[in-house]
Nanobody, 112 residues
Framework: QVQLVESGGGLVQPGGSLRLSCQAS????????MGWYRQAPGEQRELVAS???????YYVDRVRGRFTISRDNAKNTVFLQMNSLKPEDTAVYYC??????WGQGTQVTVSS
């Protein structure tokens, strides 16, 4: 059974930065694609970024150039560095170990 624990969310002003972390239990992390998703109030959950087991990233257009996904396979951890944050980035951010292991989510609020 895989368990994922996210951390690093909070309140930040527009233009600020946050770094999210997601630590996974179990022995399959280093062989598995990981992803960050987000869900704003009243919206569907959407992909933000993903990373292959050997470190190749993918970003959706609205975060490309501002967010960076990375992973440390030795620590079973995936990160999401978020820079130049905008109010529209406000959401609960979820970590996914593909295909279907989800974390509990961490709130990110971008507001002045």
């Amino acid at each position: 059974q895989v368990q994922l624990v996210e951390s690093g969310g909070g309140l930040v002003q527009p233009g600020g930065s946050l770094r999210l972390s997601c630590q996974a239990s179990g022995s399959t992390f280093s062989f598995t694609r990981m992803g960050w998703y987000r869900q704003a109030p009243g919206e569907q959950r959407e992909l933000v970024a993903s990373i292959t087991s050997n470190g190749y990233p993918y970003y959706v257009d609205r975060v490309r150039g501002r967010f960076t996904i990375s992973r440390d396979n030795a620590k079973n951890t995936v990160f999401l560095q978020m820079n130049s944050l905008k109010p529209e980035d406000t959401a609960v951010y979820y970590c996914l170990q593909y295909p279907d292991y989800w974390g509990q989510g961490t709130q990110v609020t971008v507001s002045s």
